[in-house]
């Protein structure tokens, strides 16, 4: 089995880069990629550590980089990226916004709109928050939600649901709660250039979770057939087997490449599982063997 989409303390996981790769070794993963958000930091402390003597597998380079496409922001996954490089490009990129800087302007903003709204919320000051790592909408979500009262204002589908409020609320135009985060994250085209520029593969990461999208299909149609993506992610623990099936076929008909993974968090995403997601997933090493070949140490 593998596992190409993982996340640790390096970004918003809540597993160290030693924990996951014991983990991943407990489990018998043959190929594991670590993509963490906007960083590659993990493979220097794999480096500098020798951590590579707790996992016997491959361990593929990896990123997971947020980008602009038509006002919203998508995620794509680069795979056997040169870390160093890619780590100056994001270096650069985001030295004058930062995770912390960006997101509290979003928490500050959905703060003050829900204030207006008339919601109950605890003064700004007192809201306890790790800005390195954590995401401002879960943080504002949550605490909407501590307060039952709010329940008799908010939309149906926003009190409901997380993904809703991130999907139908954050990146809807039309919605009091949305945030043009465009401006902070490079384009769409950027951010594939700069994977391929680190000689590495561009995939679509986790397209069916865009609640925003109506119709997938032709989200999904649209993306593989106006950028240049090298493959697209078909296995992921929010897919139904329909879903897989479809993104399976359409890489066979685009001549793409595969790759699958759960996501993997830790605590912060409660029931995903290294390596298997909710239980739900069994990712067939040959998918990752027909576009990537170990290097030859020399």
Known sequence: MIDMHIHTTCSDGTSSVEEVLKEAERIGLKYISITDHETCKAYKEIEEKNLKKYFTGTLVPGIEI???????????????????????????????KTHAQVQTKYLKSQYKTFQKQGYKLIPYEEIKW????????????NEIKSH???????????????????????????????????????????????????????FLAHIYIYNWAEDKKAL???????YEFDGIECYYSKFSDEQIQYVLD????????????????????????????????KIP??????????????
């Open 66 to 96: 947020k980008v602009a496409y038509k006002g919203k922001i998508i995620d794509i996954l680069g795979y056997n990226v040169d870390t160093n490089k890619i780590q100056k490009w994001s270096d650069d990129f985001y030295k004058d």
């Open 130 to 141: 790790d800005a390195d790592h954590d995401w401002a909408n879960p943080v504002i979500y």
């Open 148 to 202: 039952p009262e709010n329940e008799k204002i908010a939309p149906k589908d926003l009190w409901a649901d997380f993904e809703n409020f991130r999907h139908k609320h954050c990146y809807n135009e039309a919605s009091p709660f949305y945030i043009d985060k465009s401006v902070d994250f490079p384009t769409i085209e950027e951010g594939i250039r700069q994977i391929h520029n680190a000689g590495g593969k561009a």
């Open 220 to 226: 999904i149609n649209d993306l593989v057939d106006n």
């Open 250 to 281: 359409l890489c066979d008909k685009k001549g793409l490449y595969k790759s699958g993974g759960c996501d993997y968090h830790g605590r912060n995403k409660p029931g995903i599982s290294l390596g298997v997601g909710k239980g739900n997933l």
């Open 285 to 298: 090493n040959e998918i990752v063997e027909k576009w990537y070949k170990e290097p030859v140490e020399v």
